[in-house]
């Protein structure tokens, strides 16, 4: 493990690592100095992405290199114009366009050789915690890789735990809120009982992970690869159930899978690919319609050549990639958006699952961060708002027509937005800004408009929100090394308390999540 004073430790989720020395050093020594400790020694990744030609298709060489020169925006991915020549920057970005050979293989064979049970007898079916186990927070702290559990009605933490290393994409939770699952970036996925406080099993699913998803029926477990190109299904137990390999219809062109999330009215899974202009649906109704997958006579009386329905993709092409996406409140519909050129003014897309196209383009300027929308009733209209990564800037669609209402101008580039049905505020900060990472902005619903700024410490990132179940505190996130959950009154945004926390980088409410509040991200 590399150790570095926090005066040069930089972050990043291209190049992450950086240290002052003077000295030129030759490629593997750069790489192990400025990348590793984000990227991994062997490139496989970490807190970082996996430095492989596999997951660079979609960026040039010098792309790579202007990436690593002058950072990449909307990441915390610094520039290290300053430290690096041209010529070292270019010697890294060919080494981390070289293959690794061989490439670690990480199938069946391997998923199920990793899977770890700690609990081998049933576990008691009421909570050891007198808290409503409907309002508890589930806190990721990554300063120290660690979970707590809050009460949220006592605003109290009532259990902490050591998690596995960079946990990425948020906890899902099974539908009675008793079981939550984490993804490692390392591919590790975690099932842990909410109501025993204990983990109860764990299993590695990829080598460099997305994200997870649990379905509907809280019988299966998606998982979102990176490395290698694939979609795992795993049972609620975390055994192995199937592996879809991710490329093209033609099988030429594999992918990452930049997401999956559950579509729990649809019984299916539904996941953006990274390289592949698809966008999958993968059923997990044992009676889904079989799926034609090739020369079809007649489908009536299914002449021709079919594949069963469940747990296989029902493709859906695309006229562009789609990187990010929000669930219309039926599921029948996406909002997506490429992250490939951040300059466009129309960049997103309204894709139907059922007629499997493009129905809309979407206006959004810069970076939109569709997978942190939240959407509210607006005149007897649903509208849906949406951050965005690159620009102080929130979107407000109108949900029928796919236009946009308004443009809300922020103090800069934001991550998250949430609200609660019960109030009449939306929150969103400004993470991704040098100068006002500090600051929180509430916006009031009917209006509209921004209608007040917390800076409860000046300099330091303030960032993520969560309501308690009933609406009335907000839990936002003091995101540093000595930081805090700062709860407020949602009503009067006056601070109520904070709770110490070592970078507190997500909470999320059960409540919230199982009942799918419009007012956070699902």
């Known amino acids: 493990m590399i150790r570095l004073s926090a005066r040069n430790f930089v972050f990043g989720l291209f190049f992450g690592v950086t240290v002052a020395f003077g000295a030129k050093a030759d490629v593997s020594d750069n790489f192990k100095y400025h990348c590793a400790a984000c990227h991994g020694a062997d490139r496989l990744g970490g807190l970082g992405p996996a430095l492989v030609p596999e997951n660079l298709a979609r960026l040039r060489k ?63 079916d009421t909570p050891v915690f ?31 735990f050591q998690s596995r290393f960079a946990l990425h994409g948020g906890p899902k939770f099974t539908p009675d809120g008793r079981y939550v699952f984490f993804a490692s970036r390392d591919g ?38 990176y490395l290698p190109h694939s979609l795992v299904i795993l049972d609620a137990d975390l055994n192995f159930k199937k592996l879809l390999p991710v490329t093209d219809k033609d099988g030429k062109v594999s992918s990452r899978v930049s997401a999956v999330y559950d579509a729990s009215p649809r019984q299916s899974f539904v996941a953006a690919l990274k390289d592949v202009k698809e966008i999958w649906e993968v059923s997990y109704n044992p009676k889904a319609d079989d799926i034609p997958a090739g020369m079809i006579h007649d489908f009536k009386y299914k002449e021709g050549s079919f594949v069963p329905g469940f747990l296989n993709p029902q493709r859906t092409s695309l006229e562009d990639y789609l990187d990010d996406f929000y669930f219309t409140q039926g599921y029948d519909e996406v909002m997506g958006a490429s992250r490939n050129d951040a300059k466009s003014a129309v960049s997103g897309q309204v894709v139907n699952l059922d007629a499997r196209k493009k129905i809309a383009d979407l206006e959004l300027p810069g970076m939109p961060h569709l997978g942190s929308g939240i959407s509210w009733q607006w005149q007897g209209r649903t509208v849906m708002a949406t951050p965005n990564l690159n620009e102080g800037l929130i979107s407000i669609i109108d949900m029928k027509t796919w236009q946009t209402v308004k443009q809300i101008r922020t103090r800069g580039p934001g991550f998250f937005m949430r609200s609660h049905e019960n109030s009449r505020y939306a929150w969103t900060d400004s993470m991704m800004s040098k100068e006002f990472k500090d600051t929180m902005q509430i916006i009031d619903k009917d209006k509209l408009e921004i209608v007040a700024e917390l800076k409860p410490a000046p300099g330091k990132t303030f960032a993520h929100v969560e309501f308690t179940k009933d609406g009335k505190y907000v839990l936002a996130s003091l995101w540093e090394m000595d930081g805090a959950i700062i709860v407020y009154d949602a009503v009067t945004l006056k601070e109520v308390k904070r709770l110490p926390m070592k970078k507190p980088v997500g909470k999320y409410n059960v409540w919230n999540k199982i009942t799918k509040s419009e007012g956070t991200s699902h």
Do not use: C
């Open 130 to 160: 007198k808290a409503d186990p409907l309002n508890l927070f589930v806190v990721v702290e990554s300063g120290d890789h660690h979970v707590s559990i809050l009460d949220g009605d006592k605003l109290e933490p009532i259990h902490r």
């Open 188 to 225: 590790w996925i975690t099932k842990y009982d909410l109501w025993n406080l204990k983990v109860v099993a764990e299993v590695r699913a990829g080598i460099n992970t997305r994200n997870a998803a649990v379905s509907g029926d809280g019988k299966w477990v998606a998982v979102a690869n």
């Open 62 to 124: 010098t792309e790579a290199e202007q990436v690593i020169r002058d950072g990449r925006p909307a990441t915390q991915m610094a520039g290290f114009g300053d430290k690096l020549s041209a010529a070292e920057i270019k010697a890294l970005v060919d080494y981390a366009y070289t293959p690794i050979k061989p490439m670690p293989a990480w199938g069946e064979k391997e998923i199920t050789a990793s899977r770890i049970v700690y609990e081998k007898q049933p576990l008691p």
